[in-house]
């Protein structure tokens, strides 16, 4: 789960890392408002889950409340990389010196946390990575042992910190570990980490990217998660722990395990249908968790056929049949369901099945093609 800068900011400076953190706003007016509280020049910077915003327009300075306004008004509605802009930032602007790079990363091949830094910072650091990968200074943390003072020196000498920023740095980055470590986080970057022309030391910009697994225990993020991109259909199968993303055609989907979830897909294209979702149930798959499905993917119209494809593994196909059942006997609907149980107790399933009067199919192919059969008989385009 990824942070806005302003979330990731806010997190900084509970840590204790120096941050100016103005104030968000969704309309000019706003803008303009943040603005005079806040006190000009400031900077207004779009809030998207995407970088390069500087490249793209989406971060400019203000001299004026009025100014503010007129900014924000170019940069909300703005398309970054797939991301519409609907919310900014106001900071209070500040003269930069120097632009350094630093973030600390999951390195799952070496299972320890990375810190990078680079005197290049401000830039893609990907493409300093390629241009100049020597321009970056690696420090991989023993979780044994913790952060070593001494791998804060490496770093600073390494980006060639002069040595009276060394404190404000090395501080800086053991707050940065502290927020990497108590947001679960697989990523805290500072880029740029800025010397202002009077020497101060401030996270400029910021982003964190949380474990999305770790949510359960961090309930104070996980709160504040931004959710504006998904249709209430994606919404509810979030709350209810399914992996779903809404799609445009009439076959609904529902299997176990994605990987399955998206073969299941590609066969009811390779028949000439369109599925309406992709959605996996994940493992287990108990009967309220099957109906909560079911409900999710009935309550779209457009859904002329159900197509479910279970592979029975540690999920045994009896307690999914019996949860299919139970699910239908609770939702009114005249949607035919074609199901398909393989693995665990498939022959257990298919009894259930038979005498609930569900189509069914031996083979995925089988099954796919008279869902496929079904949407188009009943009017799918
Ligand atoms: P990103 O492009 O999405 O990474 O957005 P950043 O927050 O990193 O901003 C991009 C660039 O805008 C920074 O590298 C700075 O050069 C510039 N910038 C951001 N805030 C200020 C500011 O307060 N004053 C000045 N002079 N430049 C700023
Ligand atoms: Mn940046």
Redo the contacts with the bound molecule.
């Keep these: 789960m990824d942070l806005f800068?302003y979330q990731a900011k806010r997190l900084f400076g509970a840590h204790g890392i120096p941050v100016k953190l103005g104030e968000v706003a969704r309309t000019p007016d706003e803008a303009r408002a943040a603005a005079e509280r806040i006190g000009c020049p400031v900077?207004v910077?779009a809030q998207v889950l995407t970088?390069?915003?500087?490249?793209a327009g989406?971060?400019k300075?203000a001299a004026t409340p009025d100014e503010a306004a007129e900014k924000a008004r170019a940069i909300l509605g703005l398309d970054i990389k797939g991301h519409t802009v609907k919310l900014v930032l106001v900071?209070p602007?500040?003269?930069?010196a120097t632009?350094i790079y630093v973030a600390i990363t999951l390195d799952r091949a070496a299972r320890r946390a990375l810190i990078m830094a680079s005197a290049e910072g401000?830039m893609d650091i990907e493409q300093v990575a390629v241009e100049k990968p020597d321009a970056i200074v690696r420090v991989h943390i023993d979780p044994a042992v913790g952060l070593q003072p001494y791998q804060l020196r490496q770093l600073a000498f390494g980006i060639g910190l002069p040595a009276a920023h060394h404190a404000a740095f090395a501080d800086l980055v053991t707050r940065l570990h502290n927020v990497f470590e108590a947001a679960d986080a697989t990523l805290a970057e500072v880029?740029?980490l800025i010397l202002t022309t009077t020497g101060e030391m401030l996270a400029?910009?910021g982003k964190v990217t949380v474990d999305a697994s770790a949510l359960y225990r961090q309930s104070a993020l996980a709160a504040d998660r931004y959710d504006g991109d998904l249709t209430d259909a994606e919404r509810a199968a979030r709350d209810a722990g399914l992996n779903y993303v809404d799609l445009d055609g009439s076959i609904g989907c529902l299997v176990n395990g994605a990987g399955l979830a998206m073969a299941s897909m590609d066969v009811i294209k390779l028949f000439g249908g369109e599925p309406a979702n992709f959605l996996d149930i994940g493992g287990g798959a108990q009967a309220d968790k099957v109906e909560k499905a079911l409900r999710i993917i009935l309550a779209d119209t457009r859904v002329k056929a159900v197509l479910i494809n279970i592979f029975g593994g540690i999920t045994r196909g009896d307690e999914v049949a019996r949860g299919i059942v139970a699910a239908l006997g609770n939702i009114a609907t005249d949607v035919p369901f074609v199901v398909r149980i393989v693995g665990t107790n498939a022959e257990a399933a298919q009894t259930i099945l038979a005498d609930a009067k569900l189509h069914s199919g031996a083979t995925l192919a089988e099954a796919a093609q008279k869902a496929v059969q079904l949407a188009a008989e009943r009017g799918a385009a």
């Design positions: 800068e900077v910077k970088g390069g915003r500087g490249k989406g971060v300075l900071d602007a500040v003269d930069i632009e401000g880029n740029p400029l910009d």
